[in-house]
Structure formats: structure tokens, C-alpha cells
């Protein structure tokens, strides 16, 4: 099992979006600070906290936030039992049995990050529940880890001059998320993380995917129009389009109005997002999801970039 992580920027898409803020988050971080990336799904915060870790140069270790996930497994936990037995016969006539079963003790991602400097990001950490997450204001504040008594270790571990942690979440609305702890905003630099501007849309597409400039034209005027007038806001069009021009890239669909293909493909993808984006869409709003989507498609050439 590999929990430490060399990063790799191989993939990132640098543009003038994505560079002013790795650029601050970046300068936060040099200083010791920790960020936190906020931002709607798919706005690229966790590929910026890669590519953060990546430039921090050290080791990287992510966490997942979950609702199940328990203060003390934050820190670390009791893991499976080591057992150590001598046997002495010494003597042949004497039979000494040393028999010493005990619990090991197994440090968490985050205590290892900050007992050895690497970089931690704490992914969507909003949906660990907020006493969870208390274990991390010690380490950010005071820059120790309290260990609970039965780890058989010091109480009290100094967190390494290196350890740096990156948050990313989803704003509040979104379900399955609780509210943020004002002690741990606190503590950490917030950087909103907006809708990708259409330029960075188009670098990911055609270098991420490969895709011809103009297939990202129209993909992108296809996604993004659609949201306009379904009023979706809470998901960015990014994984919309990069699902869609990688299916149009692999089987050589034409992104063209007349393309049968084309338009299923954009149906698939687009008109089930509207259910599970949480966003609220009106059942008897005429016209139909459906419909909206036909008219745009019909009318590719001459639908406006947005
Ligand atoms: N700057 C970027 N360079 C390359 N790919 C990106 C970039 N930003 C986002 N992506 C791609 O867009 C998708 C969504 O990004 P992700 O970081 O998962 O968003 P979030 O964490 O905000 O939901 C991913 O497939 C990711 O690879
Ligand atoms: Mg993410």
C-alpha cells in the first residue's frame, strides 16, 4: 500500500485563471500558512492542490473527508496486535515462557505528514463531520499533535517546520457537506476558486484530451449554454465537456449539429448531470431540459460563446 505521493504536474494546464491563484496560494504557503481551495465541483481545486503539493517539492499524502470518519482515526488508531514470545530452556530442567501480546499503535495520514514534513491535502474535508476535524487546530495553531495515552508514543508530537496542509470543499449548499468550523477557517487562507474562464476550458480540452480547437469551440458553447438556460450553478462545465470531447475524440464523432452521435452523446452526459447537481429545476419550466438542449444543438453555428 502507498500512502506517500510524489506529485506530478505533467498534466496541469497553466493560464492566466489557474496562475494568479497558484500564484497567491502558492506565497501563503511559503509562509507556512495553510489554504484552502473553495469552489463549486469541477473547478479544478483538487488538480490546484496537486500541482501546489507538486511545487512544494516535498511528498504528498491526501484525505478524503468523510462523514464516518472519527476524530481519533484523524490521529491514528490501535491497528492488529504484535506479539513477542521467548521461550527460555535454558536450563534444561527450568521452562521460562515469556509471552507479551500488545497493540500497535499506527499513525494516521495526518500525523505523518506532520511528524515528517511531507505536504497533506485534506480533500473535500467539509464532509467529515466539524468535532472530527478538531484534531487539526492544534497541529495548525500550536503545531503539535496530542496522541492519545494508549499510542505507547510521547504525548505530544512537534509538527516538522515542512508540513503544509491544503484544504479543498465544496461551498455549503451542497449535500452531504456540513458547515465549516470558524475555528479552522480561522486558521487557514480561503481562496475562492470560480467557474474556469473559457480560455483554461478550451487549453484543458485540447491538451488534456486532444481535441481540435474548433471540437472545443463547439463542445464548450454546447455545456456551457446548456447551464446558462437549465440555471445550473453548482457544477462547473469543466467534467461536462472533458467527458464529453474525450467520447467525441475516441470514436471519432463530429461535433456538428447534424451528427446523430453528437447530439445523443451531448443528452447522456448533460440531461442526467441535471438530477444530481442539486440544482433545482423547475418540473413544468417550458421549455423542456430536453428541449432547450435540441434548439442549442439545432442552432450550433450560431449560439453565442459564453
Ligand atoms: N488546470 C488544470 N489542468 C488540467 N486539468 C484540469 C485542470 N483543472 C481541472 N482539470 C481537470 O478537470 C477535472 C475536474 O477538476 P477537479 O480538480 O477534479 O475539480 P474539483 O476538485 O474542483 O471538483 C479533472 O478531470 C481535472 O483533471
Ligand atoms: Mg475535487
Redesign the pocket.
Known amino acids: 500500500m502507498s500512502t506517500v505521493l510524489q506529485a506530478s504536474s505533467r ?5 492566466s485563471f ?1 496562475t494568479q491563484i497558484v500564484t497567491r496560494a502558492y506565497r501563503y504557503l511559503q509562509s507556512g500558512y495553510a489554504i484552502h ?1 473553495r ?13 501546489l503539493a507538486g511545487l512544494l517539492g516535498r511528498p504528498m499524502v491526501l484525505l478524503y473527508g468523510d462523514e464516518d470518519l472519527q476524530s481519533s482515526q484523524l490521529i491514528g488508531s490501535q491497528s492488529g496486535y504484535s506479539r513477542k514470545k521467548v521461550v527460555d530452556n535454558y536450563i534444561h530442567s527450568v521452562l521460562k515462557i515469556e509471552d507479551d501480546l500488545r497493540q500497535s499503535w499506527v499513525d494516521s495520514r495526518l500525523t505523518m505528514a506532520a511528524k515528517e514534513g511531507f505536504t497533506l491535502i485534506y ?2 474535508f467539509n464532509r467529515s463531520r466539524p468535532e472530527t476535524n478538531n484534531a487539526l487546530l492544534g497541529v495548525l495553531e500550536e503545531k503539535l499533535i496530542a496522541l492519545p495515552p494508549d499510542s505507547n508514543q510521547s504525548d505530544y508530537v512537534r509538527v516538522h517546520p515542512n508540513f503544509r496542509a491544503i484544504f ?1 470543499s ?1 461551498p455549503q449548499e451542497y449535500a452531504a457537506v456540513h458547515p465549516t468550523q470558524d475555528a479552522l477557517m480561522d486558521r487557514v487562507i480561503t481562496i475562492e ?1 470560480g467557474e ?1 474562464d473559457v480560455e ?1 476550458e478550451h ?2 480540452l485540447t ?2 484530451i486532444g481535441i481540435s480547437p474548433v471540437q472545443a469551440d463547439a463542445i464548450i458553447k454546447v455545456v456551457r449554454n446548456f447551464r446558462k438556460f437549465t440555471h445550473q450553478y453548482k ?2 462545465s ?2 461536462a465537456c ?1 467527458m464529453i470531447a474525450k467520447i467525441c475524440f475516441e470514436h471519432n464523432i463530429p461535433t456538428i449539429s447534424n451528427s446523430e452521435d453528437f447530439r445523443e452523446l451531448c443528452g447522456d452526459v448533460l440531461l442526467s448531470r441535471l438530477d444530481h447537481t442539486g440544482d433545482q429545476q423547475e418540473v413544468t419550466t417550458e421549455p423542456s431540459p430536453a428541449e432547450l438542449l435540441t434548439r442549442i444543438l439545432d442552432r450550433l453555428d450560431l449560439v453565442p460563446q459564453i
Do not use: P, W, Y
Open positions: 498534466q496541469f494546464v497553466s493560464t489557474t481551495l469552489g463549486a465541483a469541477g473547478t479544478g481545486k483538487t488538480t490546484i492542490a496537486m500541482h480533500d473535500e479543498t465544496n476558486v474556469a483554461t487549453l484543458i491538451s488534456r457544477s462547473s469543466l467534467r472533458l
